[in-house]
């Protein structure tokens, strides 16, 4: 499914240059649950940004399902981000404004789906989530816990091939998170292919398969999970 082959990031910072990836060379197949794990600045959210298509690599070959997603134009990025791919951050990122219901919605808006149907497969996975009856309430009326249950039902609006998920534990309490990951490994078991980064052993160790990530590298790649 995901196939990149010595790819680079590199920031500029002033007169310096920083590689945030040096390198990298990494397969994930369908169907796969992956943790990239690594301390901060290792790398491991550059890769998932570009792997996202949230930005583009330096240097390298990134191929999504024989695609080559670093030859799309910025419309086709766009696309490709919108069509292919669902995304959970540590933040929520939810619209205060917006209820439940309407965040999940926001996604299929922009891909133009009707509004009847967008309302249907709203509803239907804010209760695949556990939280139809919560529906009309707006962020501010909802936990933690709650939030993130429709962050991750927003990614699934427009049924992404990959769910990418950027400490998405990181501001919940361990049994709240726990209850995330558990939906995770929900959805993997239904066919999703997932990759989450965490810099937490515990939270990689639920997934299938650990990519740990030191000074823009991968140092080791196993399949010692618990998943």
């Known amino acids: 499914m995901i196939q990149i082959e010595d790819l680079t990031k590199v920031y500029r910072m002033g007169d310096e240059e920083v590689a945030a990836l040096a390198g990298v060379s990494l397969r994930i197949e369908r169907g796969e649950h992956v943790a990239v794990i690594g301390p901060s600045g290792s790398g491991k959210s550059s890769l998932m940004n570009v792997l996202g298509g ?71 996975l804010l209760e695949r989530v556990g939280l139809g009856p919560r529906k009309s309430h707006r ?37 709240t998170g726990q209850e995330v990951l558990a939906l995770f490994r929900e959805l ?25 990530f030191l000074d823009g590298l991968i140092v080791s790649d196993d399949h010692g999970g618990k998943a």
Not at 92 to 104: E, I, S
Not at 156 to 174: F, I, K, M, S, V
């Open 54 to 124: 949230l930005d583009r690599p330096t240097g390298g070959h990134y191929r999504f399902e024989g695609e080559d997603v670093g030859q799309f134009d910025d419309d086709a990025l766009a696309g490709f981000r919108r069509r292919r791919i669902g995304f959970v951050f540590q933040s929520f990122q939810l619209l205060p404004r917006l209820t439940a219901l309407q965040n999940v919605e926001l996604p299929m808006v922009y891909a133009g789906l009707p509004r009847t149907e967008r309302r249907e497969r709203a509803t239907a």
């Open 139 to 175: 962020p501010t009326q909802l936990s933690g816990g709650q939030q993130q249950r429709v962050a991750i039902a927003r990614s699934l609006a427009n049924n992404p091939d990959l769910l990418l998920a950027d400490e998405p534990t990181g501001a919940l309490d361990t049994q």
């Open 188 to 212: 993997n078991a239904g066919g999703l292919t997932v990759v989450l980064v965490t810099h937490d052993k515990g939270v990689a160790d639920q997934a299938h398969r650990r990519v740990a």
